[in-house]
């Protein structure tokens, strides 16, 4: 493909992309929230009969009930207050700012960074670092004076205090519903994979990662309320790995809709705080089913509902103290330090990205201060919109940023034209103006997260709305914020494109990073069969958890490259990487399984593993090594050592005079796993490698595959 026709296919997919609609909408309840705000606001700004008061207060509701509606980690009164006071700080710091001039834009690329770089603590916190940014170049940009401009932080202090407010009022519910809804999601996840008649080629740990994160995020104080919902995290680990390793052959004998349903009823209770057993039809297939599988999952599912009661009974840490001590609270302040540090240096991720927003937000600053008026249809000598869209258009990723700068100036346009066309006829009062505004602004609330489209569109004939009932030339609102808008979204279209961010070149190091864990992971696991009790928990938790956050910056990487201009500069194609997708996930599953059978005594331990573990870490410190080189992997090199290994060592003798049957089953057992290991290892390097295919398959049964085979088939 050239990079004309790359180009164009890109962006006729982001502009697609850019008019999707989703129904997708925030919590009824924060919705409802937000809109008493405004309306709180509004009415007491027509009992002070003061525009500019009513103005200001709405404008103070508008962003934080905006900030309330994303993505609430932690209590929705302490986000609240988090927001309200951070934007009215900037506000006030603003105005205090505004007399610097154009000195101004090197303190608003200085914020700029440090919100482009707060994305590191997720997308959420990103956004609100942003509406911070917001606040600053509002009085900044918009203060008439520092007299002027303290009247107008006092009035969205005013706003952002009403936003904290109605956070207090009824319902309550119970607590924790984000680390509710985030167990929930992964409850819901497991019953799909039941559900499945087939195991799935691939399934995102995206649900897991989402949940422990959000566990993280609770105090100390709070943890031991919450410890049902950490021990359903634990249990749920389990049941994943027992699903993943259900028999396929004997898939009709499965009971996966009870299974599912059973994991339904969990995830219903945990998010509705509701009791919601499964139906007697589900018990009782569930009481009838016997076999192996049976005995390994049968207890995990009942031990979740068993949890899922216990929260619901508001028990607290009765009985859960191991879990709690597997789940320990971390310093807030230090682990946000190390998450930002870790993108401060050149070539992290979101490094890139806050320049981009860094430069972007001062560059639209300067254009729109320099030609802000449009040859008289818009407020000359102000930035702030262009600067605002600039800001929120950039996103980390290529798809996102164009699509969002496609959407906002066609959102924003047509609004403009709509409003312009509804205030066309004169006699509006000043009650009917408050009264859309009103109506407007929780229109924005309710499609938040249907679409940058639809929500400019709402949020552009609030603005004018807004400026009409100060009385400040609207008219050069119904033109000059659609143009600021376009202006903005182009300057901030051309800043990704001159410093980009393209996932073709990233995937091979990401790959490495991922095979770089896998190193510490894989034998750490091997060497726990050697002696019962070897393997550290805690470590293989961070480990775990390492490996699971690098496959999902592998799987984005991946998912991003259809998005992109240069995907066809890809060192893999799409079937390629598809492949290696699954060849990761296979080795994930083996890791799973390792852990999973550990021996859990002295007469389960297999000290011939030890060997093995050595060797499988020199060969992936050396596999990692190539893949970041961008060299190309020789297949069977790892088979063949473990070959040798396992018959050197004694691992492939499954002969055991002293056992009644003369077989070692343990050593069978540890043989099977790494040998399964192995295999999913050199899955990988085959896909890797340039030479054909059945260089792998033709090395698949070694000489202790094949002794094994034989001795097991004898016993």
Known sequence: MSEVKAWGSALQHSFRAALKVERVFSDPWAIARAVLAVIAASVIGALLDDPLAWAMMTVGTFICGIGTLLAPIRHRAVNALALGAGFTLATLIGVFLHPMGWWFLIVLALAAYLAGLWRALGVAPGIRACLVTIGLMITADLSPGVSAGL???????????LVVLVQLLPPYGRRHPAQRKAVAAVYRTLADTARAGEPAPYLSSAPFTAARSALDLLPGFARPAAAPLYGLLTEAENIRR???FLPTGRAARLPRPAIAEALDAVARTVLTAQRQDADAETARLLDSWTGPEAEALRPRLQEAARLADHWLESRG???????????????ALRSGWRRLRAELRPGAPLFLHAIRIAVGTAAGEAVGRACGDFWGYALPDHGFWAALTTMLVLFPDYGHTFARGWARPIGSILGGLAAWVVLLPSGWSAGWLVAVATVLAACVFLTLRVGQLVLNFFITAWIVFLISRLGSAP????????????????????VFVAIPTYHHHRTHELLADWLRVQRRLLPALVTGYAEAGAVDAAEIDVLRRQARQARERLDGAIASLGHEPRRHRSRWSAAELTGIQHAVYEISRCASVLYDRQPGSAADAVPETAEFAAVLDHHLAELAA???????????????AFDTTATRSGLADLVDPAAPDGVAHARG????????TVTAVEELVSRLATGPQDQASSSSTGPAARRAATTLAGS
Do not use: S, Y
């Open 317 to 331: 840490p009765d009985g859960l103290d191991q879990v709690l001590d597997a789940f320990p609270a971390e310093n």
């Open 242 to 244: 027992a699903l993943l």
């Open 669 to 676: 057992r540890a043989l099977t796993l790494c040998l399964r």
């Open 475 to 494: 008219h050069l609102i119904e033109w000059g914020r659609p143009a600021d808008t376009l202006v903005g979204a182009l300057l901030g279209l051309v």
């Open 626 to 640: 190539v893949v970041a080189a961008k060299g190309r992997p020789a297949p069977g090199e790892l088979r063949a």
């Open 151 to 161: 009247t107008m932080v006092r009035w969205i202090a005013a706003g952002a205090a």
